[in-house]
């Protein structure tokens, strides 16, 4: 059985926007599986569906076997969620929101204290419960709504960008909990980002979506082999424009970047190195400075769909999820 099975799933939104366009997508148990894909690819929607926050226009999905159609009430009660917007109330202290949460969920009162300790403890809130959230950094209200998503110890837990403009350290310490989460529970767990390195690290599978369609599936190393190809980046002495002739009459597709770097797709970068190197030198061009830089994601992403995830689309995405969490706060 599959945690998560989705067929020929299409949404089509009142307006007449395709969202998703024919998903098939399963999720095996256990495993942390991402979803990756620029700014409305769909991923969100997908989620909605899958928590069954909103109907599908055609298709199917599965949670554990239960259909999320006619067996709504089985598939939430699997599920912890943490949705991209924020959710959680900012005048109150972050024991309180889990506390209504907790209420929420029909936790018994006589368990709710335990449970709602042991949760903010795992993810290292403890000593800040009794301070009002507006308080919070974003990495604090991040910990926290997972922390109420963890109260009833679900078997799935699906995260929408689970770390969306938090700094370095502030993500890894939300991953560093939530693996700890899935390695203690064997727990699934599926979430939606578009940061190439967080699905890099932390999916064990990574499903890629455009445009409302998974282009591609695997561990993030096969779709590195299948689609990625790595770089040989080179610093020279003297004439570019020759070194660049010069690689090209070698067969190879050469691009001078504007601080000076040449560099170019290869196949066997540890073997082809050093031949570049000599052969560049028996042509007179030294090599002052080279490295292999290996393929990523992003060049998967680029491969696949002709266009890589562009960071002023995410700088923009990042200042609205922002922006709209300061007023939030401000409680405007
Ligand atoms: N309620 C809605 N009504 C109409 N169109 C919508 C609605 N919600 C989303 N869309 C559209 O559906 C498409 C997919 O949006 P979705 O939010 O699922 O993408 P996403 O991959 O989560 O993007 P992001 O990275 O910005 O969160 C977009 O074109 C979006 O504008
Ligand atoms: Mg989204």
Known sequence: ????????????????????????????????????????????????????????????VKVFGFDIMSQGGRVRGLIGYVPQEMSLWTELTGYENALIYAKIYGIESSKRAEVIEDVLEFMGLKEVEKRLVKTYSGGMIRRLEIAIALMCRPKLLILDEPTIGLDPRARMLVWER??????????????????????DKYADKVSLIDRGRIVAEGTSSELKKIYGVDKIVLRVVGDMEKARKVLQEFGFDVSISNNGEVSMAVKDPAIMLPKVIEGLYSMGI?????????????DVFIKLTGKGISEEEERELIRDILSTRRMIRRGG
């Open 1 to 60: 059985m599959f945690a998560i099975e989705v067929r020929d799933l299409v949404k089509v939104y009142s307006g007449g926007v395709v969202a998703l366009n024919g998903v098939n997508l399963v999720v095996d148990e256990g495993v942390s599986h991402a979803i990756l894909g620029p700014n409305g690819a769909g991923k969100t929607t997908l989620i909605r569906i899958i928590t069954t926050q909103i109907k599908p226009t055609k298709g199917s």
């Open 178 to 199: 939530l693996l700890a989460y899935k390695k203690e529970f064997g727990s699934t767990i599926f979430f939606a980002t578009h940061y190439m390195d967080e699905a």
């Open 286 to 298: 030294a090599v002052l400075e080279a490295r292999v830089v290996e393929a990523s994601l992003d």
